[in-house]
């Protein structure tokens, strides 16, 4: 069994146009969880080799841009660095080394904007999918204060164990409610539907671990079931979506499905991607 880091790492691009905006969102989830929070910006490798740099003057270049960052860190929280707030600086390619990173640092989660990331949605797609540990994309458009309302968005085909155990952590945190929200898209009573009756269990579920829920059944009426559930969630705007991602082709170079894609993309508000991580939070923590 795997046990929490108590650790968020936050990607923060110094060549984002609203780098500011973007973590001070990040942080609003930092503050609530009580975690640490390693910074990270990536230098792109590629622009320094051509140059025929030695080792000593990466390593210069390295110095100076985590001193820019601790600045920049500095600047936006108006202290000196607090212990919980680690500076990091790597070089590379963006996405892979994001991805190496979920898997070496050990941390509960990943976090940076999605618009401010700098990857376009088809980067961001693979980074949900190949990433170690949970993905959570903000964005600066959407401040909030507090968690009141968690959404759920479930697709009938989805495996859901993972995705209850972060929704009853970040439940209990925040002291909020789940909403968990299915599509049905056959003309039957939803009482007797299959959404209906898996979206009662996950229900049941997560009552018993002390979460007040709801269950919220939508007739998608020919529509795409994304569509029905992006328009709920715009109508609802709770403060923080949460899904659960699988694999639709074994063949498809992204595992997340045109369902989550949707749901990420559509949405304008936080949205916490729980994937194929190999860490898992423990029941001692929910």
């Given at each position: 069994?795997?046990?929490?880091?108590?650790?968020?790492?936050?990607?923060?691009?110094?060549?984002?146009?609203?780098?500011?905006?973007?973590?001070?969102?990040?942080?609003?989830?930092q503050k609530l969880l009580n975690m640490r929070i390693?910074?990270?910006?990536?230098?792109?490798?590629?622009?320094?080799?051509?140059?025929?740099?030695?080792?000593?003057?990466?390593?210069?270049?390295?110095?100076?841009?985590?001193?820019?960052?601790?600045?920049?860190?500095?600047?936006?929280?108006?202290?000196?660095?607090?212990?919980?707030?680690?500076?990091?600086?790597?070089?590379?390619?963006?996405?892979?080394?994001?991805?190496?990173?979920?898997?070496?640092?050990?941390?509960d989660f990943l976090a940076l904007d999605k618009n401010?990331?700098?990857?376009?949605?088809?980067?961001?797609?693979?980074?949900?999918?190949?990433?170690?540990?949970?993905?959570?994309?903000?964005?600066?458009?959407?401040?909030?204060?507090?968690?009141?309302?968690?959404?759920?968005?479930?697709?009938?085909?989805?495996?859901?164990?993972?995705?209850?155990?972060?929704?009853?952590?970040?439940?209990?945190?925040?002291?909020?409610?789940?909403?968990?929200?299915?599509?049905?898209?056959?003309?039957?009573?939803?009482?007797?539907?299959l959404a209906k009756k898996n979206a009662d269990k996950?229900?049941?579920?997560?009552?018993?671990?002390?979460?007040?829920?709801?269950?919220?059944?939508?007739?998608?009426?020919?529509?795409?079931?994304?569509?029905?559930?992006?328009?709920?969630?715009?109508?609802?705007?709770?403060?923080?979506?949460?899904?659960?991602?699988?694999?639709?082709?074994?063949?498809?170079?992204?595992?997340?499905?045109?369902?989550?894609?949707?749901?990420?993309?559509?949405?304008?508000?936080?949205?916490?991607?729980?994937?194929?991580?190999?860490?898992?939070?423990?029941?001692?923590?929910?």
């Amino acid at each position: 069994m795997n046990y929490m880091s108590n650790s968020i790492l936050a990607y923060i691009p110094h060549k984002a146009k609203h780098k500011k905006a973007a973590l001070k969102q990040i942080l609003r989830f930092q503050k609530l969880l009580n975690m640490r929070i390693f910074i990270l910006d990536i230098l792109e490798k590629s622009s320094f080799l051509s140059l025929s740099f030695q080792q000593q003057k990466l390593e210069a270049i390295q110095t100076n841009a985590k001193q820019q960052l601790v600045v920049f860190l500095e600047k936006v929280i108006k202290k000196d660095m607090p212990d919980e707030f680690i500076p990091r600086i790597q070089m590379g390619e963006t996405l892979t080394t994001l991805i190496k990173e979920s898997k070496k640092g050990g941390y509960d989660f990943l976090a940076l904007d999605k618009n401010e990331s700098g990857l376009k949605k088809t980067n961001i797609n693979k980074l949900i999918s190949r990433s170690y540990c949970p993905v959570l994309l903000t964005s600066k458009d959407y401040p909030f204060k507090k968690v009141k309302n968690i959404i759920i968005p479930v697709d009938i085909s989805q495996e859901t164990r993972k995705k209850l155990l972060w929704a009853t952590f970040f439940a209990k945190k925040f002291n909020a409610r789940a909403i968990i929200v299915s599509a049905l898209n056959i003309n039957i009573d939803e009482n007797k539907s299959l959404a209906k009756k898996n979206a009662d269990k996950l229900k049941q579920m997560l009552v018993k671990r002390g979460v007040e829920c709801d269950v919220k059944i939508l007739k998608a009426h020919g529509q795409p079931n994304h569509k029905v559930i992006l328009d709920y969630i715009s109508e609802a705007k709770p403060e923080l979506v949460m899904i659960r991602t699988h694999q639709e082709s074994i063949f498809a170079d992204s595992r997340i499905g045109q369902f989550v894609a949707e749901i990420v993309h559509g949405c304008h508000m936080p949205v916490f991607t729980v994937g194929h991580s190999v860490r898992t939070i423990p029941l001692d923590n929910v």
